[in-house]
């Protein structure tokens, strides 16, 4: 991640144009453009970084409709590094261009939320907003007229943070890497992951001084603070002994295995998956599955280890036709372009809507906001669950 502002054009001449993530790009489906999927994208960055073409707003505005869901990359015979390309290309936009309020205001949210300071006010935050009936605030972003049903932020904000949660006769020690979304707003979430995995006999401990993984600034273009995050939270993690990691954000698991370079960085159902899970007996329900995309362009988490999961509580599961297509949240995209956003979302809440099935599951805690954002919009009327809290549900606590 060196030479910030360069763009090898080695990377960039990997791209042959056959133009197979054409039919995977989200953003394509929207908006039928050249530019609007890796190929044009990919050209625009080469043609800039061959003085062909002056970088404008216009121009970079199609690199600022990329949900970053990698699902190019993913698709791509030719093994393009499309992350590493655009988070190249959005660090010479920003150099170029000047500073995105959007990307300020997001990413300095971020960074807000993991300060000492920032803790204490979404701590607070949550104790004061848990009196409202309702999980989610109807919140207006005026920067770019955004709508978003937005979880509040937990009463019990960060409160796993710096503990050790052991089982007797443990079969391992796994480091559980929260990220900021767990951490702030759904901290139930992590706190029923390790619930199960303490009942599958495995010790789980959470670091106390960890940042944000960096990703959404890496993903965005500010490659010297993603490496500053990166360097602090390599510093606290190595104070630590386990035998893996654990995530149940597959953004934060994909940076963690392919940025910091990781050896054993596991997605909570590819643990779940290979236990025997001690369910109760309940009313059989339903659920359909939302894969989501850096659980297969990130982490590489094979789709089998989410559906042996949910096998394994005894729900029925009905696989929807799109399982495997974005939500449309992909973080700051969303705020920034909340038009093509909800479109992608329209899309897929009708897909679930056909299943009929009573509960939406997902691994990521971006999806479960912008599932439930949808369900919210586009009334589905299904419960939006994170696979982690489903499971939970299930255990049997005897
Ligand atoms: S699939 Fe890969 S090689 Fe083909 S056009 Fe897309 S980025 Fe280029
Ligand atoms: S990252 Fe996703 S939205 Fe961006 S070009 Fe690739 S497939 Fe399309």
């Not at 499309?82 to 150099?95: F, G, V």
């Not at 796993?160 to 929260?178: D, H, M, P, Y």
């Not at 890496?218 to 606290?236: C, D, H, R, V």
């Amino acid at each position: 991640m060196e030479n910030a502002f360069e763009i090898p054009i080695d990377l960039l001449q990997k791209c042959v144009r056959c133009g197979l993530c054409k039919s995977v790009c989200p953003t394509y489906k929207i908006n039928e453009e050249e530019g609007s999927f890796a190929r044009g994208r990919l050209a625009l960055a080469q043609m800039v970084v061959s003085g062909e073409l002056v970088l404008t707003k216009d121009l970079a505005k199609q690199w600022d409709q990329c949900a970053m869901c990698r699902r190019c990359e993913w698709i791509c015979p030719n093994n393009v590094e499309y992350k590493d390309i655009m988070s190249k290309a959005k660090e010479l936009q920003t150099k170029t261009l000047g500073k995105d309020p959007i990307k300020m205001m997001g990413l300095g949210a971020l960074g807000f939320m993991q300060s000492s300071v920032g803790k204490t006010v979404m701590k607070t935050l949550g104790s004061v907003l848990s009196i409202l009936p309702s999980k989610e605030i109807k919140t207006f972003i005026p920067i770019s007229n955004a709508v978003k049903f937005m979880p509040k932020p937990s009463k019990d904000a960060f409160d796993i943070r710096g503990k050790t949660f052991e089982v007797q006769n443990s079969k391992a020690t796994l480091l559980f890497f929260t990220g900021c979304m767990i951490d702030t707003f759904y901290t139930d979430t992590g706190k029923n992951a390790i619930k199960v995995l303490n009942k599958l006999g495995y010790n789980v401990i959470v670091p106390k001084d960890i940042k944000c993984c960096g990703a959404p600034h890496l993903y965005s273009g500010n490659i010297e603070t993603f490496n500053m995050l990166k360097a602090k939270n390599q510093a606290e993690i190595s104070k630590y002994k386990f035998d893996g990691i654990v995530v149940v954000c597959p953004t934060c698991g994909g940076a963690l295995s392919e940025d910091y370079k990781y050896q054993n960085v596991l997605d909570f159902a590819s643990i779940v998956s290979k236990e025997t899970i001690p369910v109760k007996n309940t009313k059989k329900e339903s659920v359909t599955f939302h894969v989501p995309c850096h659980s297969y362009s990130a982490m590489k988490t094979p789709l089998s280890d989410f559906e042996n999961t949910i096998k394994q509580t005894k729900a029925d599961y009905i696989k929807a036709s799109k399982a495997q297509s974005c939500c449309g949240f992909a973080g700051l995209f969303s705020i920034k372009n909340p038009k093509l956003s909800e479109s992608i979302q329209k899309e897929k809440m009708e897909d679930f809507k056909s299943t009929n099935a009573d509960y939406i599951l997902t691994a990521c805690p971006g999806c479960v906001l912008q599932l439930q954002d949808g369900n919210l919009k586009f009334g589905n009327n299904q419960k939006v669950m994170h696979i982690a809290d489903f499971v939970a549900s299930k255990l049997d606590d005897v």
